[in-house]
């Protein structure tokens, strides 16, 4: 099945800064990788998606890049601000998983005001 | 993007007791909802999924007969926590999606305490 890594598991940035976070996945049919975030006592939200047929797709602050023979994707938030703190998770999924998402460990960013 | 209901946010009850937590999607036909559990700082554990009018095929580990669901229509399905006990305190969340291939969106949690 598939296995998806995360990094790193927390993050923390000044207000302003860029934050990336990388993930890696290992089943090759993998062909959709959404970004959820996660407040504290809340469900996860959908943020950003990408398919394996792009390459990078761009929201405001928020971009995800795909390298599809690497198999590895990334969240990259610009002009980080405070309530953008959160556990993000990353996910894939594929036809022969029944499209079901693996997700990541998750990533707790902290933005320092 | 769409909407999934979840209720109740929060529920404590007594050891030995049921619990029923609803899952609903508010404007979209769901045709699969997943189950899931999370422990505290750490990722969503799937339970099981449920497609509309069939029986949930759960993950292995999990026990069909203590964590039993029903998804009797296309908006709404139920998780129901049964005889429960202090290890099963812990935050519960759904998700549903329109079809395959498709964005899975996820209700607000529940978390449930067990004394």
């Known amino acids: 099945g598939e296995n998806v890594e995360q990094h790193p598991s927390t993050l923390s940035v000044q207000e302003g800064d860029s934050a990336v976070i990388k993930c890696t996945y290992s089943?090759?049919?993998?062909?959709?990788f959404p970004w959820y975030k996660q407040e504290l006592g809340k469900g996860p939200q959908l943020i950003i998606d990408?398919?394996?047929?792009?390459g990078e797709k761009k929201d405001q602050r928020i971009a995800v890049t795909l390298n599809k023979t690497a198999k590895h994707f990334s969240l990259h938030i610009t002009e980080t601000q405070p309530e953008d703190s959160a556990v993000y998770f990353c996910?894939?999924?594929?036809?022969?998983?029944?499209?079901?998402?693996?997700f990541g460990r998750g990533t707790s960013l902290i933005v320092h005001p | 993007g769409a909407v999934v209901s979840q209720h109740p946010s929060r529920v404590i009850c007594k050891s030995g007791t049921s619990v029923k937590i609803e899952c609903r999607s508010l404007?979209?036909?769901?045709?699969?909802m997943f189950w899931y559990r999370q422990f505290p700082k750490q990722s969503l554990m799937l339970m099981a999924t449920?497609?509309?009018?069939?029986?949930?095929?759960?993950e292995q580990g999990v026990e069909k007969d203590k964590f039993l669901i029903n998804h009797a229509s296309l908006t709404l399905s139920t998780l129901t926590v049964t005889s429960a006990h202090p290890e099963d305190s812990s935050f519960y969340i759904c998700?549903?999606?329109?079809?395959?291939?498709?964005?899975?969106?996820f209700g607000q949690g529940t978390r449930l305490t067990v004394v």
């Open positions: 998700s549903a999606m329109t079809g395959p291939d498709t964005e899975a969106f």
């Open positions: 404007d979209f036909q769901a045709t699969t």
């Open positions: 996910a894939a999924s594929s036809p022969g998983g029944s499209y079901i998402p693996t």
């Open positions: 449920s497609n509309e009018g069939s029986k949930a095929t759960y």
């Open positions: 990408i398919r394996s047929n792009v």
């Open positions: 089943d090759s049919a993998s062909n959709y």
